[in-house]
């Protein structure tokens, strides 16, 4: 009788939590528990979520085929700025998109070695860099914001 007893508590949050999931399997499957002593029912009870968990994995691809179309970046990105004299000894006097400064300036920190050894999110700035930066030490994270303050 505790056997019997235990079952059911167990039982119980499984349904509570199931329905959160996904409702329809989980009605099926609190049956094939309650029928676990008969051997015949169980496996009819456990082929048929199996079934419905197929044309779930179909639907998915679905949902990947919409995402596969190309984003178009956002046109403030893509406009040409001009660099300042002080970003322009750094990336190149020519207007540049925004994302192309980043990526100019990334690498010349990498070629330059400015990256802290132990902390790779900081940069440590050359004299070039320090004069778009304005001190000696900058998070990756504040750059973007410094880099706007030297572009037109």
């Known amino acids: 009788m505790a056997t019997a007893k235990k079952a059911p508590a167990k039982k119980a949050p499984a349904k509570k939590a199931a329905p959160a999931k996904k409702a329809a399997p989980a009605k099926k499957a609190a049956p094939a528990k309650k029928a676990a002593p008969a ?3 169980a496996p009819a009870k456990k082929a048929a979520p199996a079934k419905k968990a197929a044309p779930a994995k ?3 691809p679905a949902k990947k085929a919409a995402p596969a179309k190309k984003r178009t970046p956002n046109a403030a990105f893509m406009k040409a700025l001009t660099p ?7 990336v190149g006097n020519s207007p540049l998109p925004r994302t192309e400064i980043v990526s100019k300036l990334w690498t010349y920190i990498k070629k330059n070695g400015l990256q802290d050894k132990l902390n790779k999110r900081m940069v440590n700035a050359d004299a070039k860099l320090k004069e778009v930066f304005g001190k000696a030490q900058v998070s990756m994270f504040e750059m973007a914001g410094l880099i706007g303050k030297h572009v037109k």
């Not at 300042?84 to 750094?90: E, G, R």
């Open 84 to 90: 300042s004299a002080a970003l322009a000894a750094v």
């Open 58 to 60: 179909k639907a998915a």
């Open 39 to 41: 051997k015949k029912a």
